[in-house]
């Protein structure tokens, strides 16, 4: 069983920045990506960027060069930096936790962090 508790959303204006961050706990292990996914009212949710225990990332082209994810392993902590902040990021920001044992896949999700852009 994982935790997530994630923290940072808020209001912000166009071209702000905001940095969300996720604290997993419990039963971590020491292999497990992370990641962070976003929904709108009335969308579906979508990746927004993921980070392997090793370090790798993958971005969603909408938000690369604006978004960087990285992680603390020994906080067993993942960040999201984001910066040039858009209306169109306005979004309830969930945490991902992700372990693959063998061929079966554990997922965990945190509870969500709104952001919301607007002037």
């Known amino acids: 069983q994982v935790q997530l508790v994630e923290s940072g959303g808020g209001l912000v204006q166009p071209g702000g920045s905001l940095r969300l961050s996720c604290a997993a706990s419990g039963s971590i292990g020491s292999t497990y990506a992370m990641g962070w996914y976003r929904q709108a009212p009335g969308k579906q949710r979508e990746l927004v960027a993921t980070?392997?225990?090793?370090?790798?990332?993958n971005y969603s082209d909408s938000v690369k060069g604006r978004f960087t994810i990285s992680r603390d392993n020994a906080r067993n902590t993942v960040f999201l930096q984001m910066n040039s902040l858009k209306p169109e990021d306005t979004a309830a920001y969930y945490c991902?936790?992700?372990?693959?044992?063998?061929?079966?896949?554990?997922?965990?999700w945190g509870q969500g962090t709104q952001v919301t852009v607007s002037s």
């Open positions: 991902n936790f992700r372990r693959t044992v063998g061929l079966y896949e554990y997922n965990y």
């Open positions: 980070i392997t225990s090793g370090g790798s990332t």
